[in-house]
């Protein structure tokens, strides 16, 4: 009968046998499976409710803008490293101009998305700073030619409208009537103070 080994030399052999079987398993796991992208799946309605904009469109231009490596040589967030010009046809969600720019890019290991400038596009993006940003996880589909949206989709804002909308005639001249009010009165009391 072969002696018992004391319980510090068991713990000890124990610790070896944990690393080295940690060390196997994390070189045997390859790295896109350990960072891989895992998306709920959802309808282009429930995609819309959580997006900030949703349109459809198609790419027209694209330019790499690189990627900061984010914690760890990560890339950042979704990977996005490209930002993807879209001539917009018609708008579901947010007050969408005739192009926008979306920053996306990247592989889907991180949910990046690469839009193909091939196809119209139903895009649902998230706006923080006044950039449009999406990726894999935001619920983005190819539209098929012919076949219409799965939402419906209004008219998107021309530029041109946005630029002359001010106040209406009749409230512009409103309010320089009470302006011009207000000064009357200010120095009709300010002569009645003096006399």
């Given at each position: 009968?072969?002696?018992?080994?004391?319980?510090?030399?068991?713990?000890?052999?124990?610790?070896?046998?944990?690393?080295?079987?940690?060390?196997?398993?994390?070189?045997?796991?390859?790295?896109?499976?350990?960072?891989?992208?895992?998306?709920?799946?959802?309808?282009?309605?429930?995609?819309?409710?959580?997006?900030?904009a949703?349109?459809?469109?198609?790419?027209?231009?694209?330019?790499?803008?690189?990627?900061?490596?984010?914690?760890?040589?990560?890339?950042?967030?979704?990977?996005?490293?490209?930002?993807?010009?879209?001539a917009?046809?018609?708008?579901?969600?947010?007050?969408?101009?005739?192009?926008?720019?979306?920053?996306?890019?990247?592989?889907?290991?991180?949910?990046?998305m690469?839009?193909?400038?091939?196809?119209?596009?139903?895009?649902?993006?998230?706006?923080?700073?006044?950039?449009?940003?999406?990726?894999?996880?935001?619920?983005?589909?190819?539209?098929?030619?012919?076949?219409?949206?799965?939402?419906?989709?209004?008219?998107?804002?021309?530029?041109?409208?946005?630029?002359?909308?001010g106040?209406?005639?009749?409230?512009?001249?409103?309010?320089?009537?009470?302006?011009?009010?207000?000064?009357?009165?200010?120095?009709?009391?300010?002569?009645?103070?003096?006399?």
């Open positions: 009968m072969q002696p018992i080994a004391p319980p510090r030399r068991l713990a000890s052999h124990m610790r070896i046998l944990l690393s080295v079987a940690l060390v196997l398993g994390i070189s045997v796991v390859p790295l896109e499976r350990a960072a891989a992208c895992s998306c709920m799946q959802s309808t282009p309605v429930e995609a819309a409710g959580f997006a900030d949703a349109f459809a469109g198609t790419v027209v231009a694209q330019r790499d803008v690189g990627a900061e490596p984010g914690p760890i040589g990560l890339p950042p967030p979704m990977g996005a490293t490209t930002v993807y010009t879209f917009v046809d018609g708008v579901a969600k947010g007050p969408i101009a005739l192009r926008v720019d979306v920053l996306a890019g990247g592989d889907g290991a991180g949910c990046g690469s839009f193909d400038a091939e196809h119209r596009w139903l895009v649902f993006t998230t706006i923080a700073d006044g950039v449009h940003t999406s990726g894999l996880c935001s619920g983005n589909v190819i539209l098929e030619p012919g076949v219409a949206a799965p939402l419906e989709l209004a008219a998107p804002v021309d530029a041109d409208e946005n630029a002359d909308a106040l209406p005639v009749p409230a512009a001249v409103i309010l320089a009537a009470v302006a011009l009010m207000v000064v009357a009165s200010w120095l009709a009391f300010r002569r009645g103070r003096v006399s």
